[in-house]
């Protein structure tokens, strides 16, 4: 008879440093945070796996990356760009350019698996300074040379796939600094290769590393946030965990620098102005289609988390904890940082990450009427002066309340999924090991559309046998929220996902949702883009390209739906082979 398998064997191996793992797993290459045990019960049950399917990790991918792929880039060019930057800037070994290329969706990790490269670019190089983009973007326009720019690799949309070859600029190899702190105007200008911890910790140290009066925040905290960068937030338009309060990139940005084919352009750094329409806004989101972001100057804030009041509360059903979310936000009292409300299968999965499930707290719920199946978590936290602070989390208190909700704060489960707010990626790693996906998908909601979005998506998604579905809302405003779709299945395979995800992302527009709210479109979401704003506003978009990029060199591929394939415009971009 068998051994049942209580915990699935996690690799905590060695990762040679140019094998396929080494780019597909998120992270430090020594951290982890495997799945709980009461997890991988439910997912053995949900996902009906046998203890074959947990028994050793199917494809971990350790294998050095071999394939050859042939430089295409005329050797004359390689030498004029050295010649731009040095030589030791400018790189062509296949690794480096599957790094440049490969970004951190299910779509990138499934085709490492499976050790299908492609979609390279011919070299790699590493601008020192605005001048030296300059010179390379002219240089690519000139020779008309396709020219796309890397960041911190966590893109989702296949945004900077080198679908054309030519020229990948990673701008985080020099470009990756503070230039001046504002204090007068609480702004901050940076380059786009700084990583967020590294950016923020400057901030809340300012003093210190900065000879400022007092400490900073940028308030951005996107769960990619340690490896994800300025420029990267300001391409792909961005949110963090805490935008309820803070704002999204777009509230934050203050003014931008970029160099295009048809020259650079500053935006002017004002407050406000009624001087047309804003420029800042034209370039933010545009993911290096219209050009280089090489300066951004960022909104901060007083940096006072010793004025953090957290809450938690446990509702009845999904019903009333949209109302209440809504009634929050449309108080006028002013906003909660961190705001998320978990749907009830969402909610059920998080009490056993919070070790509540099973224990006498569990029953409590129970006998008081907060069902498994039905009730919904909301947690979050508030941010800002001390007095603000707590008023705003009396009236959270007090609004929740109303809704005969179960105080569920003094459980700690805020500070506790604070605490690991960054680490739940690194689960996917182990599950893709066993053979399982797990997958997200955000989308912009009003709260009128909102019951009809979750429940037509979620429907799509518990279609297919043996899946879990689990939703939240992250990001919160008077008019509406993000509703941010989880969902762990078997793998079935490169072309099977991406068929289930083509599915979900259409019942998401067909149900009335905007198909990004903060992950960016990239190349991935684009088939959906023209039904969602029109052929008028595509049509302006076109325009805009023409003018900043007419040889179309910048992130071509079908980046924003602007020159897409016919495989991609009817979505099926990746699904040849089994044609």
Avoid at 107 to 124: A, S
Avoid at 535 to 560: A, C, Q, R, W, Y
């Amino acid at each position: 008879m068998a051994k049942e398998i209580q915990t699935p064997d996690w690799y905590e191996g060695e990762i040679p440093a140019t094998s396929y793992r080494s780019l597909f797993k998120w992270g430090a290459p020594k951290e982890y945070k495997h799945p709980k045990d009461s997890l991988v019960k439910l997912m053995k049950s949900t996902l009906n796996l046998t203890e074959d399917d947990l028994a050793a990790p199917k494809n971990l991918g350790l294998e050095t990356i071999t394939i050859d792929q042939p430089v295409r880039l005329d050797s004359s060019h390689i030498q004029a760009l050295a010649a731009l930057v040095g030589e030791e800037n400018v790189t062509s070994d296949t690794y480096t350019r599957v790094k440049a290329a490969y970004g951190q969706g299910m779509i990138d990790i499934l085709r490492l698996r499976e050790k299908r490269i492609e979609h390279l670019p011919d070299v790699v190089v590493h601008p020192r300074n605005k001048e030296d983009v300059r010179a390379i973007v002219a240089y690519c326009h000139q020779h008309r040379i396709p020219l796309y720019v890397v960041g911190g690799r966590s893109s989702v949309t296949r945004g900077y796939e080198a679908v054309k070859g030519g020229v990948s600029l990673d701008m985080t190899t020099h470009m990756n600094k503070i230039i001046s702190l504002n204090e007068t105007n609480q702004t901050v200008t940076v380059q786009p290769g700084i990583f967020g911890p590294a950016f923020e910790s400057q901030l809340n140290n300012a003093v210190q590393t900065l000879g400022a009066e007092r400490a900073y925040t940028c308030g951005h905290f996107p769960q990619s946030f340690e490896y994800s960068t300025v420029g990267g937030w300001v391409a792909a338009k961005g949110a963090g965990q805490n935008s309820t309060y803070y704002g999204k990139i777009e509230d934050l940005v203050f003014s931008q620098k970029y160099v295009t084919p048809a020259g650079t352009l500053t935006t002017p750094a004002y407050p406000r102005c009624a001087t047309g329409p804003d420029m800042d806004q034209i370039m933010i989101g545009s993911e290096a289609a219209f050009g280089v972001l090489v300066e951004v100057t960022l909104k901060i804030f007083r940096y006072r988390p010793e004025n953090r009041k957290y809450f938690s509360y446990m509702f009845k059903n999904w019903q009333d904890a949209q109302a209440a979310a809504r009634q929050i936000m449309q108080a006028e009292s002013g906003y909660p940082s961190v705001f998320r409300i978990s749907d009830p299968e969402e909610t059920d999965i998080a009490m056993h990450l919070y070790h509540v499930a099973g224990t006498a707290a569990d029953t409590a719920l129970n006998l008081l009427g907060y069902q498994p199946g039905e009730r919904c978590l909301m947690l979050g936290y508030t941010d800002g002066d001390k007095a603000f602070s707590k008023t705003l989390n009396r009236k959270i208190r007090q609004i929740c309340r109303s809704y005969g909700t179960f105080n569920f704060s003094p459980f700690g489960v805020t500070k506790m999924w604070e605490h690991s707010r960054f680490k739940d990626p690194y689960m996917r790693d182990d599950l893709g090991d066993f053979g399982v996906i797990t997958d997200t998908l955000e989308c912009a909601v009003t709260w009128e559309s909102m019951p009809k979005v979750h429940a037509q998506v979620r429907e799509v998604i518990k279609a297919r046998p043996n899946t879990i579905c689990m939703t939240h809302i992250s990001h919160a405003y008077p008019q509406g929220a993000n509703l941010y779709f989880i969902y762990i299945t078997p793998n079935k395979g490169l072309q099977d996902y991406l068929e289930l995800e083509y599915s979900i992302l259409t019942a998401i527009q067909q149900s009335g949702a905007a198909v990004s709210h903060h992950h960016g479109v990239g190349k991935f979401l684009a088939p959906w883009l023209p039904g969602m704003v029109g052929e008028t506003h595509m049509n302006v978009l076109k325009s805009l390209k023409t003018h900043f990029d007419p040889h179309n060199i910048m992130n071509p591929g079908g980046t924003l739906a602007l020159d897409m394939s016919p495989q991609q415009a009817a979505m099926r971009w990746g699904l040849e082979e089994k044609e």
